[in-house]
């Protein structure tokens, strides 16, 4: 099947939705949905995704990027989580998407004496225990001295000493729209920009949905025995459909993050700590750090969660406490907030509630999942489908996305030893294959071939020239990118990681992938003014003083297509 997810795929799988009777809706496209996606059609199921705006569009690409099993679940004794995060852990480096996933050491000050070496390091003991032998690099315990070589920029007096041991990170957008194209290639039908508006109804049972098409306005009807709703913080728009109580109730936890220059801080290594209400990050991501997290209630809108002035200080406040040399609002190039679903409980504080799932049928035909953690993904998808595919009325196999790797993971270590000989047969600088493989993997040869047809695609975007003009290109001809703001928000990373938040790339942009998308100049030069106002309204949310002062300019700005 094909994983070329371009706008011909798109218009042939809306023509044959409305007469096909599939087994299995998903609805939702984060990482939970399209993993449920891609268990159900790898086990011989008819699927078909939907996702409301652009695969990761929520939560799944606005993460801490930590493929982690989490220390301070370990701390709040939720060994089991621990223990499932680790093991999904190690088969993401190793198995389903090691061109995606990879490990990042990480140093945790001590600040409190010997007992506190002793609880942090049986800690991360178990930790790596859990994790299986060999899966990273065991940890190691620093003295200050050591610990101030790998990161000169902390404060002598904000550590004792302090332990380095390893997780891993991935750009989960990249990831979860991985994912997608997966669960393409095993035959599930995927459409993004398509929304939910109704349950499809035979008395009290969920036969499918009724969606529309965002792009042309034209409705559908999906037609299914089970439907999976795998939407997160929106959880209860499904909930509202059926007309019956819910089974459980999401709470939101707005996660704010900053980057900031690699330059800026001097570490040989990322640093976590923990903070009164949340966890510290400061992690390596290319030219830059991701700093985080908040960790605060959110009732606002879903859609668009906005960083404040407030967020951005906690934020500095908390990373200056152990820097020599302060940050400031200047220093910061990229500001992103996204929300976790937290499955509601007795704490009326959002970091105490549970970051474990929950699978319920709040009526007959729809499942419904929530909770967890990105991590868990693969966990959560099979899970649900497990629930939704009892009763089919025959047999179907069990999980196999266990040893399934996704799209780029075939191939990736073999042509990684080999990239030297691939910067010589394409004429590429060595540099650039390592970047092509580390967002590819083994579809870089997609990459070649366009490159090949039209070598100034081989060419850095101007105004955002860590990325090549193929890579704009090849969102839109394989990945499912149908705006502007898809490629410079998620297909790529340039709206955090430019000062200017993408502005200056994007006409240039949108002159490469105008006719390839069929626009005409005058859509051309809208999508630009729309990525524009996004920009500006963004600004001035993380100018406001509040969420309602945040929230009420972030919302301001209009929408793709709508």
């Not at 991985?178 to 009290?204: N, P």
């Not at 490629?487 to 993408?502: F, H, K």
Request: a negative charge; aromatic letters at 6%; hydrophobic letters at 45%.
């Amino acid at each position: 099947m094909s994983t070329r997810l371009d706008p011909a795929y798109r218009a042939a799988a809306l023509r044959g939705i409305d007469e096909t009777e599939f087994d299995v809706l998903v609805i939702g496209g984060g990482v939970v949905g399209a993993g449920a996606a891609l268990d159900a059609a790898s086990r011989g199921l008819r699927v078909a995704l939907v996702e409301a705006r652009d695969w990761a569009a929520g939560t799944s690409s606005r993460s801490s990027k930590l493929i982690h099993g989490g220390l301070r679940y370990l701390e709040q004794r939720d060994f089991s989580l621990v223990r499932e995060a680790l093991k999904e852990r190690r088969l993401l480096l190793h198995r389903l998407a090691p061109h995606l996933v990879r490990p990042v050491p990480f140093l945790f000050p001590l600040t409190r004496g010997a007992w506190e070496r002793a609880y942090v390091g049986a800690g991360v003991l178990l930790y790596d225990t859990m994790g299986g032998a060999r899966a990273l690099p065991w940890h190691k315990h620093l003295s200050r001295k050591q610990a101030l070589r790998l990161a000169p920029s902390l404060k002598p007096e904000a550590l004792t000493g302090a332990i380095r041991y390893y997780d891993a990170q991935v750009d989960d957008a990249r990831h979860t729209m991985m994912i997608a194209r997966t669960a393409a290639r095993h035959g599930a039908t995927v459409l993004s920009r398509t929304k939910v508006i109704g349950l499809l109804r035979d008395g009290a049972r969920v036969l499918g949905a009724r969606v529309r098409d965002v792009e042309s306005g034209l409705e559908h009807e999906i037609r299914a025995r089970r439907v999976i709703s795998a939407i997160g913080v929106w959880t209860d728009e499904v909930h509202a459909m059926t007309g019956v109580p819910a089974p459980f109730q999401v709470r939101m936890s707005k996660g704010v993050h900053l980057l900031v220059p690699r330059d800026r801080i001097d570490l040989d290594t990322g640093l976590i700590a923990p903070t009164e209400k949340s966890v510290l990050f400061v992690i390596p991501w290319g030219r830059h750090w991701i700093i985080g997290t908040t960790d605060t209630e959110w009732q606002l809108d879903r859609d668009h969660p906005a960083a404040s002035r407030s967020d951005v200080d906690y934020l500095l406040e908390h990373v200056n406490s152990v820097l020599r040399t302060p940050l400031t609002a200047e220093d910061v190039d990229g500001v992103y907030a996204g929300l976790r679903p937290l499955l509601a409980g007795e704490s009326k504080e959002t970091a105490k509630l549970s970051r474990e799932h929950a699978v319920a049928e709040p009526v007959p035909g729809l499942f419904v999942i929530a909770g967890g953690k990105y991590t868990t993904y693969r966990v959560m998808a099979a899970d649900v489908v497990n629930a939704a595919v009892h009763g089919l009325g025959r047999a179907v196999p069990p999980s196999l996305t266990e040893r399934l790797p996704v799209v780029g993971a075939i191939g990736y270590h073999e042509m990684w030893e080999d990239r030297a000989g691939i910067a010589r047969r394409t004429g590429l600088a060595l540099s650039t294959v390592e970047h092509l493989l580390g967002r590819y993997g083994s579809a870089i040869d997609d990459l070649i071939e366009l490159i090949g047809q039209d070598p100034d695609l081989a060419d850095p975007i101007p105004g955002a020239e860590d990325y090549l003009r193929a890579e704009a290109v090849y969102a839109v001809t394989h990945e499912g990118a149908l705006h502007l703001d898809d490629i410079l928000t998620r297909r790529t990373r340039v709206s955090i990681e430019t000062p200017d938040r993408g502005l200056a790339a994007a006409a240039d942009i949108a002159r490469l992938v105008a006719a390839h998308l069929g626009w005409d100049s005058a859509t051309e030069g809208e999508e630009v003014r729309l990525y524009h106002e996004r920009v500006c309204a963004e600004r001035a949310a993380q100018d406001s003083v509040d969420d309602a002062s945040a929230n009420a300019a972030r919302i301001g700005a209009p929408e793709p297509a709508c």
